[in-house]
């Protein structure tokens, strides 16, 4: 596994042979359930990031021009250019701290613009093959922004799921979100229900690798009076914990019976602060 020592992984250190072998046995139908965005000019994003950008680099239009075709041979190229947290994206550990220092009292000097993140950086998270379970707050209501989920509703969507946590898992919260606003930016990232600071101690006590969830900051925003990403801050800096964003549930909601085979691959971007993420559920 190429991947960085455990205090530049965090939590996901803690998927090793048993827990991928453990995940693998709970394949049944071999149904494979996409849990990722499509990555597109259309998907949404933060105002203050650029979207997806294309730029084809050879097209049709090349030989409509008459470029040439030796032995009858065209083809079509293109580039793209993204932020790293859009869409479906897995935040590395360099993405957020405090106190001048990151996850495993890393110094924030070691991200610089001219480098990237020297430490903690998205190359270092590496694959997630593991055993996942849903946890669904929204299976019998509506969050509304600015909503907080604490620990006693999380508790709650476990016990009616009838699944335990173990250590190395892989927890996926639907908040239902994603699913109601996710066709328009403007409602989308127009605050959002999330975790509040009770799930995130309740999240980090189950001894997880990582948790996803179906909005695109995980915390709720507004952010409680004189805060600013405080669960953030708890995850990312003080536990290690690398969250995934905008995990599409709504379809897995309906399906899953129980725990499952989670997969995910970051892309090993050297020094980034996030990674597009396409996961998938298996069951």
């Not at 915390?219 to 004189?226: A, K, T």
């Not at 964003?245 to 090993?268: I, K, M, Q, R, W």
Request: charged letters at 20%; aromatic letters at 6%.
């Amino acid at each position: 596994m190429s991947a960085g020592t455990a205090d530049e992984r965090g939590t996901l250190a803690r998927i090793g042979a048993e827990q991928v072998l453990r995940a693998t046995g709970l394949v049944r139908s071999g149904q494979i359930v996409d849990l990722g965005m499509a990555l597109g000019p259309n998907t949404p994003v933060a105002s203050h990031r650029p979207g997806m950008m294309r730029f084809m680099t050879r097209d049709g239009g090349d030989y409509a021009a008459g470029a040439k075709r030796p032995g009858g041979f065209q083809f079509a190229e293109d580039t793209i250019q993204l932020p790293t947290h859009i869409g479906t994206h897995i935040d590395a550990l360099a993405h957020a701290w405090h106190d001048e220092h990151l996850y495993g009292g890393h110094p924030q000097e070691t991200i610089r613009s001219t480098t990237g993140a020297q430490r903690c950086g998205a190359d270092k998270l590496g694959p997630i093959v593991t055993r996942g379970v849903l946890l669904d707050v929204a299976r019998d209501r509506e969050w509304d922004r600015g909503e907080p989920i604490g620990a006693e509703e999380l508790e709650a969507a476990r016990a009616t799921a009838g699944v335990e946590i173990k250590a190395g898992d892989v927890v996926l919260i639907r908040t239902g979100w994603l699913g109601r606003t996710g066709d328009c930016a403007e409602a989308y990232f127009d605050g959002e229900p999330g975790l509040d600071i009770t799930a995130a101690r309740w999240l980090a006590d189950t001894d997880l690798a990582t948790l996803g969830i179906d909005n695109f900051a995980v915390e709720s925003i507004p952010f409680p009076d004189g805060e600013v990403f405080p669960v953030h801050q708890f995850l990312l800096r003080d536990h290690g914990i690398a969250p995934i964003e905008g995990v599409v549930l709504d379809e897995l909601a309906t399906l899953v019976d129980g725990p499952f085979l989670f997969v995910g691959l970051p892309l090993a971007l050297v020094g980034s602060t996030a990674s597009p993420l396409n996961p998938v559920a298996i069951l």
